[in-house]
């Protein structure tokens, strides 16, 4: 995308139509959404951009924003060179922001996708489970729609390795395979048909919530992918905000997984492991037979948790002092990605003990 900041709309839904038009004039062109959480307000957090490693140049317009996002290199990077993305950056709804371009995948993830990351208390990805992309595309099939994937990368946390298939199926039969080999979708490539066999759209999406389309509607595409990926991502915001421990009053979450799964010894150390192996956090294991105690600590922002074994199908989550929006998603999504498929919710307030008061 290249930007000179003169000559553009005045909203954001005037704007993508033109962006997604310069995308179908390139070859593989795509126009990518990047819908993410963000905790504080836009003029708080912009300036934020040209914090660390980021360099930005920013346009208000209308009610959105245009930044041309520069990574720079750092004294002690000799070998990684400097990359630069353009975008748009507009409110879809409640905390939930976006990022919009027709830069390639890899600009994306460099840029912005970093970007984010580099401030956890105060913006976070969206983690989309595999759940969460069966129910996208449930939703996609109503009507007598049909959701073909061609191509999908997963991880399989039987064999630790990730694996990427080119294929063409019905959604369904994939996701009852990832199930069968114990393995998660991490991205997709999907296209969505007609009952007559007419392509409505052709898109792809991964679990950090970075959205393609690369044919159809884009009206289409804004309801029933970024529309949809905005509510997982609200929805999951007033899950997760506000959980730190105050005074003797808990804020705990229960995730649940399918019953009997946390039933023996072998099954807890698996946790365990699925939580050693997040980047940039530490575990401490007071228990794990029979029942299972991990205090879980994310160093990007000291947010911690204290993780009890409530039932053998349910953890109980317990925030401690600190627990951000983001600490909250990435301790989700690696035990929802590394250990087994889950679902998160609040769980039953119950009286603090006192262990649970003082420990963690």
Request: glycine content about 4%.
């Amino acid at each position: 995308m290249s930007s000179s900041f003169t000559s553009v709309p005045d909203t954001w839904r005037e704007l993508l139509p033109r962006m997604y038009q310069s995308a179908q004039a390139e070859t593989h062109g795509h126009l990518r959404f990047l819908p993410f959480i963000l905790k504080e307000e836009i003029e708080k957090f912009i300036p934020r951009l040209n914090l660390l490693r980021f360099r930005s140049q920013v346009e208000k317009l209308g009610d959105y924003h245009l930044i041309r996002l520069r990574r720079v290199q750092l004294e002690l990077e000799e070998t990684e060179k400097p990359v630069s993305g353009d975008f748009a950056l507009f409110r879809i709804s409640g905390p939930v922001w976006c990022f919009c371009s027709i830069e390639r995948s890899a600009v994306v993830g460099r840029t912005a996708i970093t970007a984010i990351q580099q401030h956890p208390s105060r913006a976070s990805l969206i983690y989309i489970s595999t759940r969460e992309f069966r129910r996208i595309f449930d939703g996609l099939s109503k009507d007598g729609n049909r959701v073909l994937i061609r191509r999908h990368n997963e991880y399989n946390r039987q064999e630790s390795n990730a694996n990427w298939l080119k294929e063409t199926k019905d959604y369904r039969a994939v996701f009852e395979e990832l199930a069968s080999k114990d393995a998660v979708a991490t991205s997709v490539v999907a296209e969505l048909r007609a009952p007559k066999a007419l392509q409505l759209a052709a898109f792809s999406l991964n679990n950090n919530s970075l959205l393609s389309l690369r044919h159809g509607k884009i009206e289409l595409f804004l309801e029933a992918i970024v529309g949809q990926v905005a509510t997982i991502g609200n929805a999951r915001n007033a899950l997760f905000e506000n959980r730190e421990r105050s005074h003797s009053h808990l804020h705990p979450l229960e995730l649940t997984f399918d019953s009997g799964i946390l039933s023996d010894k072998k099954a807890n150390l698996a946790l365990a492991d699925s939580l050693s192996s997040m980047s940039k956090s530490a575990i401490a294991i007071f228990h794990s037979n029979p029942y299972v105690h991990i205090l879980y600590t994310d160093f990007r922002d000291g947010s911690s948790f204290n993780i009890y074994s409530a039932s053998d199908s349910a953890l109980t989550v317990v925030p401690s002092t600190r627990a951000s929006v983001s600490a909250l998603m990435r301790l989700y999504r690696g035990i929802s990605e590394r250990f087994a498929d889950c679902d998160i919710a609040e769980a039953t307030r119950t009286q603090a003990t006192v262990s649970e008061i003082f420990g963690g």
